[in-house]
């Protein structure tokens, strides 16, 4: 049994999670590189029950770096494959290259490690799109992404630009234009 990494998620009264996040030069250093699997590491123990349960852990499927307060263009993704293994997402330096002009919001409402309190209402999210960036070794690479994984990679691309997903949530009606969107 792997043991929980050293991971501190900073609350959303931090600051810096109001910043943008700097862009990455290569190589990275090995402190990077073990700082990228320990978070994954973390995401996919929060997504286990038994070891949520163990370690007080809210189930995460996404971390940026400036959330544990490294202001770098870098964040992960695990998917939760519901067998005991995940899909990993290793962005770097992410651009957007195309997206859908279909909308999508997740219905039970988006959640983040950084914010610790419960929220209500919706946040208007593409259903797919194709993204550039490169993994932890340099190399480019094109994904496309789409539903929860679109989802999840917005949510982060955000936090690389200081954005929170309480800060898209439109505060006199939260559940505006729900109607012109699709629930996932």
Do not use: W
């Not at 993704?77 to 997402?89: A, K, M, N, P, Q």
């Not at 279909?102 to 209402?121: A, K, Q």
């Not at 999210?125 to 070794?137: C, G, Q, S, V, W």
Request: include cysteine; charge should be negative; aromatic fraction near 8%.
């Amino acid at each position: 049994m792997k043991n929980l990494p050293n991971i501190k998620i900073l609350d959303e009264s931090d600051k810096r999670l109001h910043q943008k996040s700097e862009e990455v030069t290569f190589p990275l250093d090995k402190e990077t590189i073990k700082t990228i699997y320990d978070c994954l590491d973390y995401l996919e123990m929060s997504q286990d029950e038994e070891m949520a349960e163990k370690y007080d852990l809210r189930a995460g499927m996404g971390l940026s770096f400036c959330q544990i307060g490294i202001m770098k263009r870098i964040f992960v993704v695990s998917e939760d494959f519901g067998d005991r293994t995940f899909g990993r997402y290793i962005v770097i330096n992410p651009k957007v290259i195309s997206h859908s002009e279909e909308l999508i919001y997740v219905g039970e409402g988006e959640g983040c490690l950084s914010v610790n309190r419960p929220t209500e209402g919706i946040v208007p999210r593409y259903a797919r799109m194709r993204i550039k960036a490169y993994d932890e070794n340099g190399c480019e690479y094109e994904i496309r992404v789409r539903e929860d994984i679109s989802v999840a990679f917005q949510h982060e691309l955000d936090h690389l630009d200081g954005i929170l997903f309480t800060d898209k949530i439109d505060k006199k009606n939260p559940f505006k234009d729900r109607n012109k969107m699709r629930e996932i």
